[in-house]
């Protein structure tokens, strides 16, 4: 599940360099506009409301002053996200916009470099050729030796004696390292894989609460997040801090397709975070807005202007489509859903897309007409309650296979307190997923694939956070400029996605699961059983296994998750204290294995 939160797209997954890059959503001559950027040399720069702005979108640039008194290379530099990376041997694509005032000229070129943190050169080249109209320019940047750490920076000087008082505007810079399957405008490489590595079969997304927008005014809009990024306006995001909107649509779009996600993509469904709800006399404008959005995803280019949109930024054909979800958490505005917003996307959607699977995001057991067939349930809760509640869904009374089929479209062990689920460190919330919580986690997702006939998804959320600036912990990745951190619940995710059956088996035990649960499934395609075990007790536990309508290989893979300290975490200090092991076990028809304390195991067998 995937929103930006957490500076988890910009300064996260979006591997753009440059933090405010473009002066979006910024007051010209405020300190704050300037955000990132300093002045090098004695420069002068600014932050203006420029009269002949780059594009309507981008009303704003950067101001560049060379003093009367210059003597020397003055400029300015950017230094990202709270530092950036700079790896010797990489190549950086460096691009921006800049204009001279009327009836002036700059003489010599501009030199555009990475620079380390002791001022050290990493990467140089110049341009040259500004005039007194917007121009983009852009070269590539091979580092010839990789900063000492994070705090490098993307650098502008001139020559401060040739162009005294000389004035430059610019505007939209940029600066990408290598990206993730080489897209442009793509992901950082170190996040994305090992998002790729949990071998993910869907991706929810933009949100969670940052499509909803604090006013109905600055909803996610999906128009405003495709072409080219000197068009894209950004938003002010739902967890304080302004979205540049260069990851978008399609960037999402691409992303699943490199990683073989299928999209759960969410329409804003007319409700926003202040409480308000789009009049039932206009939803219709919206239903048409989430058609149109849809139809850039999967219509026919030749016959839909928005799919020709697709086709003309690069993906001619359709991206696969299953689920729509209609909005977000709207069981906090259920009034409105239930009386006209849910029939309104409902049937609108549903008659142009017959094929798709809508998904309601109100209570469970709300009565919405018509009946939603899915249904997106969140719980963020400790790690007793996931132990205690890992059968919520097998009561066929209390969720019939007649009613809405689920997806824990979010969910995760955010607190030791249960009064506390929400609140600060101080009162037992986690900064970072522990191996206690994880354990309860795998404990509940047992369930879920145990109730697989009736849940059909689940992720867990959030995803990622910059531990710079972490509105929400914990999170499934944390990195920083340089560093990735796996959590335990990452592996978690890792261990059940990546071993993964196509069939649940079932099983009778002589003992009741717990302090051991488990879940049994095999693979039909590659003829593999996998047996996914938690001991959520603080003894090792002894379980024989007897297959009796297999006949089980003589050995198999053992995955074992486990730590000596329940509460052990991965942390930025202490990055792989937890982190899974691999062993082969002797297994066959009938078999002991010595499930771990407090463990999450995988055993991956064979079967004839
Ligand atoms: N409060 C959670 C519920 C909402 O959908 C998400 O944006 C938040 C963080 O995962």
Known sequence: MFEDINHSGDGGLYAELLQNRAFQGVTPGTSAALTAWTAVGGGQISVIKDSGPVSSALPNSLQFIVPSTATSSVGFKNTGYWGMKVQQGLTYKASFYAKLPSASSLSGSITVSLVGSSGQVLASGTISGLTTAWKQYQLSLTA??????????????????????????????????????????????????????????????????????????????????????????????????????????????????????????????????????VPQADINKYVQHAINQINFVIGDASTNQYAAMRSQYGHPTPFKLEYVEIGNEDFFREDTYQAYRWAAFKNGIQAAFPQLKLISTASYGLKLSPAPSFIDLHVYQTPEWFIQNNEIYKSRSAYPLTGPHILEGEFAVTATNSSCLYGPISCGRLDFPSLRGSVAEATFMAGLERDSNLVFGACYAPLLQNINSAQWTPDLVSFDATNTILSTSYYVQQMFSANRGDTILVTTASTPQNPLFWVVSKNSQTKQVFVKLTNTGTQASALTLNFTDLTIGSSGQATVLTNSNYNAKNTPQAPRTVVPTTSTITAGKQFTYNVPAQSVVVLALTYA
């Open 144 to 277: 010839t030796a990789s900063g000492a750490n994070a705090n490098n920076a993307f650098q502008l000087t001139v020559d401060g004696a040739q162009n005294r008082g000389k004035t430059i505007n610019f505007s939209m810079f940029s600066l990408f390292p290598p990206t993730f399957k080489n897209r442009a405008n793509g992901m950082r490489t170190d996040i994305a894989q090992p998002l790729a590595d949990i071998k993910p079969s869907f991706f929810r997304f933009p949100g969670g609460n940052n499509i909803e927008g604090q006013s109905i005014a600055t909803f996610w809009n999906w128009t405003n997040t495709i072409g080219p990024l000197v068009n894209r306006p950004g938003r002010p995001g739902d967890w304080g801090y302004y979205n540049t909107d260069g990851l978008g649509l399609l960037e999402y779009l691409n992303f699943c397709e490199d990683t073989g996600m299928e999209p759960i993509m969410a329409v804003y469904a007319g409700y926003s975070l202040d409480g308000s709800s």
